[in-house]
């Protein structure tokens, strides 16, 4: 019987011990947190969203205090006191807050909990917002470049910026051109963003500076159907 068990011990599934097969999948939150309540979106009156983040209890006394609903920290059984029992009554105290939030607009709900605690919280902007916020306006946060075809078109900018860069953008990529590689100090962050490309814009280039080829290659190639190289409009001069 014993070597029978040991048989059926060596015989075991490595598996049956490995977490990423036992354990079940997480749910799908939305916005919210599976482990940390409240921590997500709540629509407000107006339509719009906030994001409200409480990331401890001191932070969830703080938001209550804000809120004046200090109430909510003396719930039977103390279902709200700790983040573990929030966790449980999720299901309670979400619908709660999400009528709560429903009686103010977005930026009513700013205006009176904003600064009043270290709990996370900030409106969900739309995208004109976005562009406008005074954050977005001091780190310059749109550009403005030419397109070939559209002309002069306004693109976000990356939203990594680097005090040595040109003007927080950098140098510009060209695969035509080999002589990137210098030592100016002034000029080392990123790559200046160029305007959404033309279907085979670069085709060209990167075939003849990347991979060597010949422009007669190209134009094999490209007669052959299997490339397409997109070609600059000539542009015209305005008789007199």
């Known amino acids: 019987n014993n070597n029978n068990n040991n048989n059926n011990n060596n015989n075991?599934?490595?598996?049956?011990?490995?977490?990423?097969?036992?354990?079940?999948?997480?749910?799908?939150?939305?916005?919210?947190?599976?482990?940390?309540?409240?921590?997500?979106?709540?629509?407000?009156?107006?339509?719009?969203?906030?994001?409200?983040?409480?990331?401890?209890?001191?932070q969830f006394e703080q938001f209550c205090i804000a809120l004046n609903r200090r109430d909510l920290l003396l719930t039977p059984e103390n279902r709200f006191r700790t983040n573990a029992s929030r966790v449980k009554y999720r299901s309670v105290l979400i619908p709660l807050l999400s009528n709560l939030f429903q009686t103010k607009t977005r930026d009513a709900w700013m205006r009176s909990l904003h600064g009043k605690g270290d709990y996370s919280l900030g409106p969900v902007r739309t995208v004109p917002e976005a562009f406008e916020c005074p954050q977005a306006i001091h780190?310059?946060?749109?550009?403005?470049?030419?397109?070939?075809?559209?002309?002069?078109?306004?693109?976000?900018?990356?939203?990594?910026?680097?005090?040595?860069?040109?003007?927080?953008?950098?140098?510009?990529?060209?695969?035509c051109n080999d002589n990137n590689n210098n030592d100016d100090d002034d000029d080392d962050g990123l790559a200046t963003p160029l305007p959404p490309p033309m279907l085979g814009q670069h085709t060209e280039e990167i075939l003849i500076n990347v991979l060597d080829m010949t422009k007669d290659d190209v134009m094999t190639l490209e007669e052959d159907g299997v490339i397409h190289c997109w070609k600059e409009p000539p542009t015209f001069s305005t008789p007199l």
């Not at 107006?46 to 401890?56: H, M």
């Not at 946060?141 to 005090?163: A, C, D, F, K």
């Open 12 to 58: 075991k599934n490595d598996d049956d011990d490995d977490p990423t097969t036992t354990t079940p999948p997480p749910g799908r939150w939305g916005t919210a947190h599976p482990s940390i309540v409240p921590y997500q979106a709540f629509q407000c009156k107006c339509g719009e969203y906030l994001v409200l983040g409480a990331n401890n209890d001191a």
């Open 139 to 175: 780190r310059a946060m749109v550009t403005e470049m030419e397109h070939p075809v559209l002309g002069s078109i306004r693109l976000p900018r990356h939203p990594v910026q680097y005090s040595k860069s040109s003007g927080g953008m950098g140098k510009q990529h060209d695969a």
